[in-house]
């Protein structure tokens, strides 16, 4: 067997490379645009600036030392002037693919930040590699506008993963699904009535708002928002405000709320401050063609019949009284249970010869 030659051996001790390969180089030498790495190989490795970042304003020599090292794709074996072209950005994407494949094959839950928003959807990164998020894909529920979602960091699982046809689609809306359901799950596995919890208010109408409970939303009729007439709800509470409120009832999926905490009950007193003979004093709060209904606290409306405002006849409210007016009366009836009081002023207008009694105002029909 023949001796080798002093070249031959110098050729075999390097490594053999090729192109898409992954190496790891030693930094030699770095410039503002270029970086010249030892790869092992009887060649140097150049790498550019573009083939480190995707910043193209970057110095490199900022961010690189001589002996730092580097992981490198190999992209070209020899660029003509017998120097292995590498490039950092596509070995990262190259690992960052073989991670989005195990991913996608043991369906695992990934973050990414979204880079990009698109009319289809959204295009998010993880380690240099790209996702696309159908805007069908983004939310459980509609969403109008994605731009909120720009810089954000999401997560995700992929559905489809070609990555010869740059083709690798994420699912967000799968897991926000999945964590509702565990949500609603573990909320209704909990819930009674008469708990009281902190909810956010979702979205308003003119009959209510929907509380989210995390899990489940509950309905606060307008009649249950207040021991007090509540006018509009729109002006009492605004969406994504943090409101406590009591469980009032729960029927199947359905939960129904109040905020007449027991506690705060306006009537548990009634009884004695409003006993038949009492003289009050209250504002008008409203008139009907029937009556007025007289503010005698919070939560506490009494009916003054237009029958009893005076001696003398009396066609309508609203042509002796005023909204906000103040008045005294006598409460006349009582009945705590269906939380009515009627009043009289007429009662406390002197007797004249002739005057017959009181008519029973608790007997006439009281609508409201």
């Not at 590498?86 to 693919?97: G, Y």
């Not at 406590?244 to 009537?267: D, M, Q, Y």
């Not at 003979?277 to 209250?282: D, N």
Request: glycine letters at 8%.
């Amino acid at each position: 067997m023949s001796e080798m030659s002093f070249e031959q051996l110098l050729e075999e001790s390097f490594k053999s490379v090729h192109a898409g390969e992954i190496v790891t180089g030693t930094v030699i030498s770095v410039k503002p645009d270029e970086i010249a790495l030892n790869i092992g190989y009887k060649s140097d490795g150049i790498m550019t600036r573009s083939d480190y970042s995707a910043d193209n304003q970057l110095d490199l020599t900022t961010v690189v030392k001589e002996g730092d090292q580097i992981e490198c794709k190999v992209k070209k074996v020899n660029d003509g002037e017998g120097q292995v072209v590498l490039s950092h950005r596509d070995a990262l994407q190259s690992k960052a693919s073989e991670e989005l494949r195990k991913a996608f094959e043991e369906n695992a839950i990934l973050t990414g930040k979204v880079v990009q928003v698109v009319k289809g959807g959204l295009n998010v990164e993880v380690d240099g590699a790209r996702i696309f998020v159908p805007a069908s894909l983004v939310s459980d529920s509609f969403e109008r506008d994605l731009n909120k979602y720009q810089g954000q960091d999401i997560q995700f699982v992929i559905t489809e993963f070609n990555p010869a046809k740059r083709r690798i689609i994420g699912d967000r809306k799968q897991i926000m699904s999945a964590q509702k359901k565990e949500q609603h799950d573990k909320l209704f596995a909990e819930l009674k009535e008469g708990d009281i919890r902190t909810g956010v208010v979702k979205n308003l109408t003119d009959f209510g708002a929907f509380i989210d409970l995390g899990g489940a939303d509950g309905l606060l009729h307008i009649s249950e928002m207040s021991w007090g007439r509540i006018e509009n709800p729109k002006k009492l509470f605004k969406p994504g405000q943090e409101v406590e409120v009591l469980v009032k009832e729960i029927s199947g999926e359905r939960i129904a709320l109040t905020r007449k905490f027991p506690n705060e009950n306006p009537w548990k007193d009634a009884e004695s401050k409003y006993a038949v003979g009492e003289i009050v004093k209250g504002k008008v709060a409203r008139m009907t063609d029937f009556g007025a209904f007289i503010e005698l606290d919070k939560g506490i409306d009494a009916l003054l019949h237009v029958s009893q405002i005076s001696k003398d006849h009396v066609n309508k409210p609203s042509d002796v009284l005023l909204p906000g007016q103040e008045i005294e009366a006598r409460v006349v009836d009582l009945d705590v249970d269906n939380h009515k009081i009627s009043l009289s002023m007429k009662a406390l207008l002197p007797e004249e010869e002739g005057d017959t009694a009181d008519v029973d105002v608790a007997s006439r029909t009281e609508e409201e």
